[in-house]
């Protein structure tokens, strides 16, 4: 089976649900917090429940960088499934905290182990799949991650018809479950190991992994990929972790209602938004080089108009077309980070070179996350996002005179 045409295919099906639980586990929370906060005091504050969603971000974008080198140099799929069955157990123990602190440092725990996964999952879809499937493949296995925010979005509806420390231990225990199916079914892509096999060896001296990322690092193409990825994911954390709230206070409703209306909406757009944008970049690559880098700024375009509207906007129409239309534009540019990334990068380096986009663009992510935390208590909230437009509208526009593929990788 490993060696089929169909296994490839079977790989995208298995980290699909991997991605669902990796994004479903950490974004459950940010509509909880009126359930928390009935029991842990600290979280009636808006700053202190940024400053514990931006904990997670922290330890993730610190994990990282090392994160894609170790995904490039070891089993990707004992790394994938050690990763799941440590945040899943780290959800299911979230649901017995007490405290503040028990709840920061489980947080920090999450970050750290759900960090392991991203770099190793894409990098092995992205050595399965041949340059006509690439962007389409990744797609698909991202709409895993916009499924799971989506449903992450119930988590006020649970703990409102259970309680928020069930709602913990029910997602964690699903993932415990399901890293017993990655155990016997997920197969890391070996070399000859089918007509697309890699010239690679995962596990090379450290050594020659390091003059690699040195080589990474003094590239000037790559930290156009740096700036391409971190600076949408200004706006990109934002909405993860600040829309719920953003359309509770500009709407005047309960979050129990603000929650799934806001991670649907963004999320399942952004799920139709990366099929589409994976279609057309496959497709536009084929003829033209920089297909891949125009179908990400279409993407990112779209998102501009949605900051302004999600921001100042009052009614349920303004604020629910912009959440359709970021998530649209977003999924688009989501799922070519690593296509992108693909045409400058040999395949020994994918890991290594994405998990320090994640390191950049995590950190940016736990800044604005933070940031709107203090924003919210001030009454600020929809202003600051309405002003990250004008900062996705400057990186469009670097990624359409700098980022120039001369060729195809492998």
């Given at each position: ?9 079977i790989?995208?099906a298995?980290?699909?649900?991997v991605?669902?639980?990796?994004y ?32 997670f971000?922290w ?10 080198i170790?995904?490039?140099r070891?089993?990707?799929k004992?790394?994938i ?6 945040w ?10 007490e405290?503040?602190?028990?709840l920061y440092w ?8 759900e960090a392991?996964?991203i ?21 698909l ?21 259970m ?5 913990f231990?029910?997602?964690?225990s699903?993932?415990l ?11 890391e ?16 001296d ?7 990322l040195k ?11 740096v700036?391409?990825f ?32 806001a991670t649907?909406s ?11 944008g ?13 297909g891949?880098?125009y ?8 998102t ?5 509207l999600?921001?100042?906007?009052h009614?349920l ?30 395949p020994?380096q994918?890991a290594?070179s994405?998990?320090?986009?994640n ?6 992510g ?16 929809g202003?600051h996002?309405a ?14 005179l ?6 195809q990788?492998?």
């Amino acid at each position: 089976m490993k060696s089929s045409k169909k296994y490839k295919w079977i790989v995208v099906a298995l980290l699909w649900g991997v991605a669902l639980l990796n994004y479903m586990d950490r974004q459950m929370i940010s509509t909880m917090r009126p359930a928390m906060q009935v029991d842990i005091e600290e979280l009636r504050q808006a700053t202190n429940f940024g400053h514990l969603m931006a904990i997670f971000l922290w330890v993730y974008a610190l994990m990282s960088s090392f994160s894609g080198i170790i995904a490039d140099r070891f089993n990707r799929k004992w790394l994938i499934l050690g990763s799941l069955f440590v945040w899943s157990a780290v959800t299911l123990t979230m649901g017995y905290a007490e405290t503040f602190g028990q709840l920061y440092w489980l947080r920090a725990l999450m970050g750290f182990s759900e960090a392991l996964y991203i770099p190793a999952g894409l990098s092995l879809i992205a050595d399965y799949h041949e340059d006509r499937t690439r962007s389409f493949a990744i797609g698909l296995h991202m709409t895993g991650l916009y499924m799971g925010q989506a449903l992450g979005g119930f988590g006020s509806v649970i703990s409102n018809l259970m309680s928020w420390q069930h709602t913990f231990i029910i997602f964690g225990s699903v993932g415990l479950f399901y890293s017993i199916v990655l155990l016997f079914f997920l197969k890391e892509k070996k070399d000859g190991d089918g007509p697309e096999a890699l010239h690679i060896k995962r596990g090379s001296d450290l050594v020659g992994t390091f003059k690699g990322l040195k080589t990474l690092l003094s590239s000037f193409s790559f930290w156009i990929i740096v700036i391409y990825f971190a600076v949408p994911s200004l706006p990109g954390w934002a909405i993860k972790n600040w829309a719920p709230t953003l359309f509770s206070e500009s709407l005047g409703i309960e979050m129990s209602k603000a929650g799934p209306m806001a991670t649907i909406s963004i999320a399942m757009s952004s799920l139709i938004g990366v099929i589409v944008g994976g279609i057309l970049s496959d497709r536009w690559t084929q003829k033209n080089i920089r297909g891949r880098v125009y179908t990400g700024v279409i993407g990112l375009s779209l998102t501009i108009p949605a900051l302004l509207l999600i921001g100042y906007g009052h009614t349920l129409l303004p604020i629910l077309t912009a959440a359709l239309c970021f998530g649209f534009g977003f999924g688009m540019f989501d799922t070519n980070t690593m296509p992108i990334l693909c045409q400058f990068v040999p395949p020994s380096q994918r890991a290594t070179s994405y998990g320090f986009l994640n390191t950049v663009g995590i950190s940016a992510g736990a800044l604005i996350t933070d940031f709107l935390g203090k924003s919210t208590d001030e009454g600020n909230l929809g202003k600051h996002f309405a002003i990250l437009a004008g900062v996705v509208l400057l990186v469009v526009i670097i990624q359409l005179l700098f980022l120039r593929p001369k060729v195809q990788k492998a």
